[in-house]
Nanobody, 116 residues
Framework: VQLQASGGGLVQPGGSLRLSCAASGRMFGSYVMAWFRQAPGEERESVGSIRWNMGTTKYTDSVKGRFTISRDNAKKMTYLQMNGLRPEDTAVYYC??????????WGQGTQVTVSS
């Protein structure tokens, strides 16, 4: 599967953005679609994930209640809705397809900058 992320940009604190991840190729029901982010000088960290078949989600504590991951199976799209953005959310965001917990494909990153 090939992934392409989009939707990043510059937003003021408290604002919202929706990132999209388009998949091409075969999507297996056992995939977990995940969002990661990497801030300058920091390691890449998991933001959250969604099981492709069941739609169940998980989030890292720092984004719970603010970010929502969803997917559209028919369109092979995964979304990351980000509300209440904070300067510390500034990072390059990546989508990834995981199989048995291991990344099998990465999208290119999309920059999210939260600044006034």
């Amino acid at each position: 599967v090939q992934l392409q992320a989009s939707g990043g940009g510059l937003v003021q604190p408290g604002g919202s953005l929706r990132l999209s991840c388009a998949a091409s190729g075969r999507m297996f029901g056992s995939y977990v679609m995940a969002w990661f982010r990497q801030a300058p000088g920091e390691e890449r960290e998991s933001v959250g994930s969604i099981r492709w078949n069941m739609g169940t989600t998980k989030y890292t504590d720092s984004v719970k209640g603010r970010f929502t991951i969803s997917r559209d199976n028919a369109k092979k799209m995964t979304y990351l809705q980000m509300n209440g953005l904070r300067p510390e959310d500034t990072a390059v965001y990546y989508c990834a397809a995981l199989l048995s917990g291991n990344p099998v494909s990465w999208g290119q990153g999309t920059q999210v900058t939260v600044s006034s």
